[in-house]
């Protein structure tokens, strides 16, 4: 085999990382090596990502990664928070600074939107959860806007074009767009037509675990990027974090904590009824060919937006210390409707809270840091019982017996939410990684390179898993 390294870089809402895998003695070993902070910035027309900043810590990144595996790198793979694009001008190069979803923007979109096409004949065709955030509402803001035309690549992709990869959609990032048609697997027509957005400028359509071509340009000066493979993995960071745990069996359900919290399981196709359509499930490319059934839930987006609401007042506790707090706290006798729109939105998350609680005839909180454990607390147990209610339609809506729930990425570590989960859902809460996004990112490439096995078919994702497992 092959001795040389892999790199994985993991596009984060709050924080991006670049890690490595090496073979020392013939067993993989990975070791995170850079990482730094990210979060959408207010421009005057609106909310953004720093792309410049983006794409230097991932250069970074990969400079010290090479200085560390003298070795050599074979191969590369970049996933990242979906829906979100650059857009291109006819050489590829970016024509402004990427839209954050967040943007109130697409909320005004999708009502406009929704005045051609109706949400009913959407669903029919996506089968994937409404959602304002979506890419399509995105590319319609920008046409009403009356930006020109242009090509665009989700910025997993980008960061693999920029290394020299050919561009293209990978398809489990794709299916978050809504421009996907869930019968035919391909860009739907219809919705690109009805939205007035141009088919021939959408990139050409992959299966996690492609070949994009060799690095190139200036990083392929140093010795170790001489000859390294570009590879689309599961772009879409929440399916790679799927593919990077270690479960086989059909008992089990997932939710990939962080910024979001997606709540779901692994099905071998789209999962539809009138009953799921009703309940705004989604339906997204997973590795293999299969299908991530699942809902976004409101994430760690809710206690972060808190505390930064209260270092504004120059109170700055940590997350760590905010759990503490609320230790031992009788629970809230009013829960939060942790799903609600406006809780989606950036800023003043204290207030916003406050005034749900208000709608429901609840008493508000204390907004000053003094009721910082009280707010803690209502978020913890509100997101515990909508994880529940959440899975209890999954094992409706699949018919799976679920026995275990794993729960990944950063917001695994919070001891006191698993054990809220544990308690409301009856599952056994089974830890896994905190860089789940990267285990499955580096299992991809290796599936990838170590595998014949077509990328689309269930044997891959077989082995995929199989590296998951001697990765963790
Ligand atoms: C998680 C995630 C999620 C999407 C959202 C945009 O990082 O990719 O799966 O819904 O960000």
């Not at 895998?21 to 990210?38: I, M, S």
């Not at 046409?143 to 242009?150: E, I, T």
């Not at 088919?199 to 060799?214: E, S």
């Not at 972060?304 to 905010?322: D, I, M, N, R, Y």
Request: with cysteine.
């Amino acid at each position: 085999k092959d001795s040389r390294a892999s790199i994985a870089v993991d596009l984060g809402a709050e924080s991006c990382r670049v890690s490595l895998l090496r073979w020392p003695d013939g067993a993989p070993q990975t070791q995170l090596v850079h990482r730094f902070g990210n979060g959408p910035v207010q421009r005057e027309d609106g909310l953004h990502w720093p792309l410049d900043r983006i794409v230097d810590g991932v250069e970074e990144g990969l400079r010290k990664c090479a200085a560390l595996a003298p070795e050599g790198i074979r191969s590369i793979a970049v996933d990242g928070w979906a829906v979100d694009y650059v857009r291109l001008n006819d050489e590829g190069v970016p024509i402004a600074e990427p839209f954050c979803y967040r943007d109130e923007r697409n909320v005004r979109a999708e009502a406009e939107l929704h005045q051609h096409l109706s949400p009913e004949r959407m669903r029919e065709a996506t089968g994937i959860q409404q959602l304002s955030i979506n890419t399509l509402y995105q590319l319609y803001a920008d046409r009403k806007a009356r930006y020109p035309p242009s090509r665009w690549l989700n910025l997993p992709e980008y960061m693999l074009a920029w290394m020299g990869g050919e561009p293209v959609a990978e398809f489990t990032n794709a299916t978050h767009s809504q421009l996907i048609d869930v019968h035919t697997r391909e860009w739907s027509a219809e919705i690109f037509r009805e939205a007035g957005l141009r088919l021939d400028l959408a990139p050409r359509l992959v299966p996690p675990g492609t070949r994009l071509g060799k690095l190139r340009g200036p990083l392929q000066q140093l010795d170790a990027f001489r000859d390294t493979e570009l590879i689309a993995p599961a772009c879409h960071d929440t399916a790679s974090a799927i593919a990077g745990i270690p479960a086989v069996g059909e008992d089990w359900a997932y939710i990939s904590s962080g910024t979001w919290s997606l709540v779901g399981a692994l099905t071998s196709r789209p999962v539809d009824s009138p009953a799921v359509r009703e309940d705004n499930f989604t339906n997204l490319g997973a590795v293999g060919g299969a299908n991530c059934f699942h809902k976004n839930v409101n994430g760690m987006w809710l206690l972060k937006q808190c505390e930064s609401a209260w270092t504004e007042q120059g109170f700055t506790p940590g997350v760590s210390e905010l759990l503490r707090s609320c230790e031992g706290l009788a629970p809230p006798a009013t829960l939060l409707e942790v799903d609600d729109p406006d809780l989606l939105l950036m800023g003043q998350m204290p207030q916003r809270i406050n005034r749900q609680l208000v709608a429901k005839g609840a008493s508000p909180l204390d907004e000053s840091p003094d009721g910082a454990p009280t707010f803690v607390s209502l978020i913890l147990y509100s997101l515990a019982s909508r994880y529940a209610e959440v899975l209890g339609r999954v094992k409706q809506h699949t018919g799976k017996e679920l026995r275990r729930v794993f729960v990944v990425g950063g917001g695994s570590r919070n001891a006191q939410l698993n054990r809220l989960t544990a308690e409301m859902t009856g599952l056994e809460v089974c830890c896994g990684s905190v860089e789940s996004s990267t285990l499955g990112n580096f299992a991809v490439q290796l599936a990838t390179l170590e595998s014949a096995c077509s990328p689309s078919s269930s044997s891959f994702a077989g082995e995929v898993c199989e590296w998951a497992r001697q990765l963790s």
